[in-house]
Every structure is written in structure tokens, then in C-alpha cells.
């Protein structure tokens, strides 16, 4: 029997990777999207995923990516971790790495679930997941080239949560109001838990994605214990 496929893009080793290895425990068949593949060798070793070189920003690379799933089976969840961000004050930000961060994080958001909603809704259930920050419901001082993508890709879960639940097709957004543990970090100093684990955030993902539909959510906020809100 053909398992069902799981999308990721924006895949790199951090909450991606701990994604990918949770689908791929379920059985999941696993696609990866990233611009640089060859990052994720050791992931493939572990999930058996495919990977595809991928401009989330660019509209035939996009299809390219949905063309690759398609061959693998039946589409059953996505994931868009992909993100961009300008840092800096406003009166310094570099107008070209601002375009970037939106194109990647707010457009490329777009792109993405453009073509997962339009597998999904034929085929009629499945779920599209967005990955936010504290920047998509917070524009902090010096993070207007952050929080721009981030409000952008928020409203668009938002839109497209309230237009693609009557088909039957799951839609949320999850925001990560921390920093998230990483394996070059080192060992935590007390307080323990203060970073977001990536295998805690993905078994969130996966319990979502398995919601009965009387009871869906469309947005998710994960932090960690000694987090202020």
C-alpha cells in the first residue's frame, strides 16, 4: 500500500529534521524542500525522503516540488518551515534583503500552499501547516524585516483556514514563541526546558494534523515554561 506523503519545505536540521523523523516513524513517505539539498544527507539517511532543490519564491520550482510529490502518493499533509528575515533598524535595512525575506517568507508561504490547497481540495481532507514566531503577532523594534513575512504569512493561514475548512481541508498556524533547542547549542544551563524542544513542537504538529474535524484548530501558540506572554 502506498503511504501517505508528507511535504516539507523550508527543510533544514532543526524542527524540519525532528518533522521528518516523527512522519517518517508513522509511516509517512517524506518530501524535502530546500534550496540546498546536499544539507540534508544525513536526513534522507534516516527517513528515506526525497529531496528537492527548491526556490519556495519561484512559482515553476514550486510546481516542480508538487510534481515530485505527487509521484510519490497520496497527498497528506504539508508543511511550510521555510523563512526570511531582515535584521537591523528600520533607517539601515537593506531594501533588497527586506524584498527577499518577504518573497521567501510571506510569498513563498503562498506559493507553497497554492499548490497543496489545490491537490487537497480535490482529493478532499489533508492539512497545510504554517510555521510562525513571536513576530507574527508582535513587530518588536528593529524586527520590521522579520515581522513583515511573519504578519503576512499569518494572515494568509488565517484566509486560507477559514476558506478550506468547509472543503474539509485543515489549515493552522503555529507560532514559536521561544527559541528553539538546537544540537550545537550545548548542554542547557538552569533553567532546564528553557528552549523549545523540536521533537516536543513536531509531536504538536502531528496531533493537529490528526484533529478530528469537529474539533480543528486553526492556530497553535508553543512555549516554553519560563517564556513571558
Known amino acids: 500500500m ?21 512522519l517518517a516513524r508513522e509511516g509517512f513517505q517524506i518530501v524535502l524542500a530546500a534550496r540546498d539539498i ?14 528537492v532543490a527548491t526556490d519556495v519564491s519561484d512559482a515553476t520550482s514550486v510546481e516542480r516540488l ?19 528575515r531582515a535584521r537591523g533598524p528600520l533607517a539601515e535595512l537593506d531594501p533588497e534583503a527586506v524584498r527577499q525575506a518577504l518573497l ?3 510569498y513563498g508561504g503562498f506559493l507553497v500552499g497554492q499548490q497543496a490547497a489545490r491537490r487537497l481540495i480535490a482529493q478532499g481532507a489533508g492539512s497545510i501547516f504554517f510555521t510562525g514566531a513571536t513576530a507574527s503577532v508582535k513587530g518588536f523594534a528593529g ?16 484566509s486560507m483556514a477559514r476558506e478550506l475548512a468547509p472543503k474539509n481541508v485543515h489549515v493552522a498556524h503555529f507560532i514559536i514563541d521561544g527559541a528553539i533547542a538546537s ?5 542547557e544551563s ?6 523549545l ?13 490528526r484533529q478530528h474535524r469537529s474539533a480543528w484548530t486553526w492556530e497553535m501558540e508553543l512555549r516554553p515554561w519560563v517564556e513571558n506572554f
Open 143 to 158: 524586527s520590521a524585516g522579520f515581522a513583515m513575512p511573519k504578519f503576512g504569512l499569518r494572515g494568509l493561514a488565517q
Open 104 to 106: 521567501v517568507g510571506a
Open 38 to 51: 546536499e544539507k540534508l544527507d544525513a536526513l534522507q539517511a534516516q527517513t528515506g525522503a526525497q529531496a
Open 66 to 84: 508538487f510534481d515530485v510529490a505527487d509521484k510519490a502518493g497520496p497527498l497528506s499533509l504539508v508543511v511550510f518551515n521555510a523563512g526570511g
Open 2 to 22: 502506498t503511504s501517505n506523503v508528507a511535504v516539507i519545505a523550508g527543510a533544514g536540521s532543526g524542527l524540519s529534521a525532528s518533522i521528518a523523523r516523527l
Open 183 to 187: 544540537a550545537t547549542s550545548g548542554q
Open 190 to 195: 538552569e533553567p532546564q526546558d528553557r528552549r
Open 197 to 209: 524542544s523540536p521533537d516536543a513542537i513536531a509531536e504538536a504538529y502531528l496531533a493537529i494534523h
